[in-house]
């Protein structure tokens, strides 16, 4: 049993591209998020999924973009990277959120 | 908005006790906590539900008052393990699911 998984773990990207961390998950959970943590920070959330083909908007979405067309997956991606989105970026899902929530091991991302 | 954690840091001795309290300016249905250890993803300690009793895990227990809307975390005999930052997680709103402010423990040998 995988959990979370997110992929990369680390990147780096010039100011302006765009990249799309993965995340998917194998435990038929419905509810989705991401989160980023900045250093010494905590963890605010930038959208969140409670199924496939349903979004929303957290607490810091501009900037990001997320689609959910299947249970498993649920892309996060960044167009034109700016320095303010260096952080570490983690991916967390649930089945009803009652359980409490599994988190993935996180994305590194430095943008310079 | 943004549940808040006091204290913000707080250093301990082995077997020493702490609390860490959290606290929202929204009625809250159930508080998560989680554990992050440097370097690390959060991992979920324990949820407290409304209307729900106290929980246990290991000596780390935790309380929910929904009339005062907050919850307080208890480290009873603390052990080195038990360093890292501290995270509660509500909901605002049925699935927004947030983290308040984090609270750093150490704890030294």
């Known amino acids: 049993n995988a959990g979370v998984t997110q992929t990369p773990k680390f990147r780096i990207l010039k100011i302006g591209q765009s990249m799309t961390l993965q995340c998917t998950q194998d435990?038929?959970?419905?509810?989705m998020y991401w989160y980023r943590q900045d250093p010494g920070m905590g963890l605010k959330l930038i959208y969140y999924?409670?199924?496939?083909?349903?979004?929303d908007k957290g607490e810091v979405p501009n900037g990001y973009n997320v689609s959910r067309s299947t249970t498993e997956d649920f892309p996060l991606r960044l167009e034109l990277a700016a320095p303010s989105q260096t952080s570490v970026y983690f991916c967390?899902?649930?089945?009803?959120?009652?359980?409490?929530?599994?988190f993935g091991s996180g994305t590194r991302l430095t943008v310079v | 908005q943004q549940p808040v954690q006091s204290p913000q840091a707080v250093i301990l001795r082995e077997g020493e006790d702490a609390v860490i309290n959290c606290s929202s300016s929204k009625a809250l249905y159930s508080v998560h906590w989680y554990r992050q250890k440097h370097g690390e993803a959060p991992v979920f300690l324990m949820i407290l539900l409304k209307g729900g009793e106290q929980k246990g895990h290991d000596k780390i227990s935790a309380s929910f008052n929904e009339k005062k809307q907050q919850s307080s975390l208890y480290l009873t005999a603390s052990q080195l393990s038990y360093s890292g930052t501290y995270f509660c997680?509500?909901?605002?709103?049925?699935?927004?699911?947030?983290f308040g402010t984090g609270t750093r423990l150490k704890v030294l040998a």
């Open positions: 997680g509500t909901a605002s709103g049925t699935y927004k699911y947030i």
């Open positions: 435990m038929n959970h419905n509810y």
């Open positions: 999924s409670v199924g496939a083909g349903i979004t």
């Open positions: 967390a899902s649930s089945y009803s959120g009652v359980e409490g929530y599994t």
